[in-house]
Every structure is written in structure tokens, then in C-alpha cells.
């Protein structure tokens, strides 16, 4: 696939994560957002209000992230974060998976853990299942849980993960997932033939905090 920067922008998802991120970054996001035509901006219960009313109008949409970065938070916490980011204006939900209860092998807490952000949330919910914490069948797993819940995307890092989102990690999440759930690359994505290979090996979307940098670069 060959696209061109107009097109590989509507694979993107501007995210804005970073704690000390003010009103003024989430201003300066959304306009590029904007811009540059990018499909969603992610940002912080904290900002969503904002990103909502910047982006009210306009196609981006906004999307606010819960139980970030670690997803160790207790669920129903997770739950009411997620309807209070909807009643703010987010249009769809990025969670983090309840990684301690994955490991423990008690996937029923997982997925309700998923279940109970989506029953909240009333919106899409994507799921961060940090692939870089996870062996390739725990991946295979994870994916089959987030269809089990309903989600509608699985998001392979949070951007806290050991190492840079690969196109063979999202391979092997295109493969787990079939086409049942859409698969989002994320963390530390930087230039645009990254960005490009990864929409090859199978993206449907891909998160990251640098997407003018990307879109403006030749490399
Ligand atoms: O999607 C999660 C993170 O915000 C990605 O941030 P990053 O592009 O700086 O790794």
C-alpha cells in the first residue's frame, strides 16, 4: 500500500497522555488535529471537556483514555471514569486492560472488567492490552477476551511499554484478532515510514503524540 500523507493521516489518532500536558497543548493538538485530518485525538479525563468543545464540529473525534497508564485501577473506578468522560463529550473510550488479573489467569475478571467500562461508557471502548508485557499465546489470549467483552479495538501499548510498537507485533494482533476487532498500533511510533509499515502489516489505526512530526517528515 502506498498512501499518501493526506491519506495516512486519517489512520491517526493524536494522542495527548502526557501528565503535564496543559490547555494550551490540548489547544495546539486539537488545531493540528484539525489540520491535518487526522480521524480522533486522545487525551486525559482531565482535558476531555475541552478536546470535546474544541472539536465539537469538527471531524476528529475526541476520545478519552481511563484507567491509564496502567490499568490497575479497580474496575468499577474504571466504569464511573468512563461515564463521566462520555457525559464530558468523549466519543469513544480507551481502557487499559486489568493486566495483574490477566497474569493471574483469571480471565473472567478481565473481561468484566471490559465489559463494565463498555455497559458504562455507551461509546466504542478500545483496549490497551500492552503487548510487550505479553508472550505471543498470552497475546492470542488477550485478543479473544477483548472480542469475548465487546470491544471494539484492541490498542497494542499504552506508551509505557518496554520497547516501540513493531509491524510483527501487529501482525500477530491482526492474526489474533482476525477480523473481528480493529488493531491499533501504539507507543513510540516516529517517522512516517514507521508509520507507513505498520498500516501495511495490518493498523486500522495508529496512536501517537508526534503526528505533525510524522506527517511533516520524509523518513
Ligand atoms: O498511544 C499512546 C501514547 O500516547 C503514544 O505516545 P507516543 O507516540 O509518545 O509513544
Not at 68 to 92: D, F, N, Q, W
Not at 125 to 130: A, D, L, M, N, R
Request: glycine share 8%.
Amino acid at each position: 500500500m502506498t498512501a499518501t500523507r493526506s491519506e495516512l493521516a486519517g489512520y491517526f489518532e493524536y494522542t495527548l497522555l502526557k501528565p503535564d500536558a496543559t490547555a494550551a497543548d490540548v489547544d495546539n493538538v486539537c488545531l493540528d488535529a484539525v489540520r491535518l485530518g487526522v480521524k480522533s485525538v486522545c487525551v486525559n479525563p482531565v482535558h476531555i471537556k475541552l478536546a470535546n468543545w474544541l472539536l465539537k464540529d469538527e471531524a476528529p473525534l475526541p476520545v478519552c483514555s481511563v484507567g491509564y497508564p496502567t490499568g490497575a485501577t479497580l474496575g468499577s473506578i474504571k466504569s464511573a471514569e468512563a461515564a463521566e468522560a462520555v457525559r464530558l463529550g468523549a466519543r469513544e473510550v480507551n481502557m487499559v486492560m486489568n493486566l495483574a488479573a490477566f497474569k493471574a489467569s483469571d480471565h473472567r475478571a478481565v473481561v468484566q472488567d471490559i465489559q463494565g467500562v463498555i455497559t458504562a461508557a455507551g461509546v466504542p471502548v478500545k483496549v490497551i492490552v500492552e503487548t510487550t508485557l505479553l508472550a505471543a499465546d498470552q497475546l492470542t489470549q488477550a485478543c479473544s477476551l477483548c472480542m469475548e467483552a465487546g470491544a471494539k479495538a484492541v490498542i497494542s501499548g499504552s506508551g509505557y511499554g518496554t520497547s516501540p510498537v513493531r509491524e510483527s507485533g501487529i501482525r500477530a494482533l491482526r492474526k489474533a484478532c482476525d477480523c473481528s476487532l480493529e488493531v491499533i498500533a501504539a507507543g513510540g511510533v516516529r517517522g512516517f515510514k514507521r508509520a507507513m509499515a505498520l498500516v501495511e502489516a495490518g493498523a486500522d489505526r495508529i496512536c501517537s503524540s508526534t503526528v505533525s512530526e510524522i506527517l511533516g517528515s520524509s523518513s
